[in-house]
């Protein structure tokens, strides 16, 4: 089936510095991408969801500036954390949709000390 | 706009017990229903998913069904077992222009015990 490879799995980085996690779609072309966040046992809010080639769209309330979405291929997107404060410190997924079903990355731990 | 909403948890079973988890939708148009299963540290994996009303979801023993006229699409399973613990999470993917984002119950924590 349809896989999406996410890494790292954890990361610890310091307070100011910035983070990008990489999805790959492995065995498909992913048209869309989308980026969650999920806080401890919590939900997963979707935080903005990115298209091959264009700018990626934002949910109400995600700093576009802090959170930048790349997506220059069919089968990667990256999310950078830029600055990051220990308010970021959270949980990341990424998801692709492929037909009429989504695949998940495995996740991203992020700890910001 | 498009909300899921999951009974409370977390739930507590003993193995071999009846599980039911509720989730009711609001949504324009004809959304698709899911269930999704996530274990510690992980991301999600598809357990079930029904795409019209009265169409019926199965996998592994778990059933959901569709239900347009109660907007529902309740989780249930006859005898879980220790490996079923897991937060379950039920979504939705609107069938407009938002690129069919999916949107999330905010999740029920199950702890099946021996």
């Known amino acids: 089936g349809a896989v999406v490879s996410q890494h790292p799995s954890r990361v610890i980085c310091k307070s100011g510095t910035s983070v990008k996690i990489e999805c790959r779609s492995l065995?498909?072309?992913?048209?869309?991408m989308f980026w969650y966040r999920q806080f401890p046992k919590q939900s997963l809010m979707l935080m903005a969801t990115s298209n091959e080639g264009s700018k990626a769209t934002y949910e109400q309330g995600v700093e576009k500036d802090k959170f930048l979405i790349n997506h220059a291929s069919l089968t990667l997107s990256t999310l950078t954390v830029t600055s990051a404060h220990p308010e970021d410190s959270s949980f990341y997924i990424c998801s692709a949709r492929v037909q009429n079903d989504y695949t998940f990355g495995s996740g991203t731990r992020l700890t910001v000390v | 706009g498009d909300s899921v909403t999951q009974m409370e948890g977390p739930v507590t079973l003993s193995e071999e017990a009846f599980l039911t988890i509720n989730c009711t939708y609001t949504a324009t148009g004809y959304p698709s229903l899911f269930w999704y299963v996530q274990y510690p540290g992980e991301g999600l994996q598809l357990l079930l998913k029904a795409t019209k009303a009265d169409d019926k979801g199965s996998n592994k023993g778990f059933e959901a069904t569709y239900r347009k006229e109660t907007t529902s699409f309740h989780l249930e399973k006859g005898s879980v077992q220790v490996s079923d613990s897991a937060v379950y999470f039920c979504a939705l993917a609107d069938g407009g222009t938002s690129y069919g984002k999916l949107t999330f119950g905010q999740g029920t924590i199950l702890t099946v015990h021996p």
């Open positions: 065995d498909f072309q992913a048209t869309t």
